[in-house]
Nanobody
């Protein structure tokens, strides 16, 4: 059974940084693309970033140059490093995984985590 557990959310000031973690179990990174999504209040969920084996990464235009996605296979964990945060980055961030990378881009990964809140505010 695949499980994804996010952590690392919190309150940060504009311009600050935060690192989210997605601990994965029940899957192998060589077979799954894992990514991050977010949903702000009153808005639709959107794709943020993803990483495909062995290391291809994808980013939404809104976060390119500010966010990085990393994988630590020894810890079965995917990280999202978020720098230069803006108030508009405020959202619940979700981890998702699927064998098909296009399922992430189309917001239809087979597996979802429970989400972690990120608030960017002074």
């Amino acid at each position: 059974q695949v499980q994804l557990v996010e952590s690392g959310g919190g309150l940060v000031q504009p311009g600050g940084s935060l690192r989210l973690s997605c601990a994965a179990s029940g899957l192998t990174f060589s077979s799954y693309t894992v990514g991050w999504f977010r949903q702000a209040p009153g808005k639709a969920r959107e794709f943020v970033a993803a990483i495909r084996w062995p290391g291809t990464t994808f980013f939404a235009d809104s976060v390119k140059g500010r966010f990085t996605i990393l994988r630590d296979s020894s810890k079965f964990t995917i990280y999202q490093q978020m720098n230069s945060l803006k108030p508009e980055d405020t959202a619940v961030y979700y981890c998702g995984a699927d064998r098909d990378q296009y399922a992430l881009v189309t917001l239809k990964p087979e597996y979802w985590g429970q989400g972690t809140q990120v608030t960017v505010s002074s």
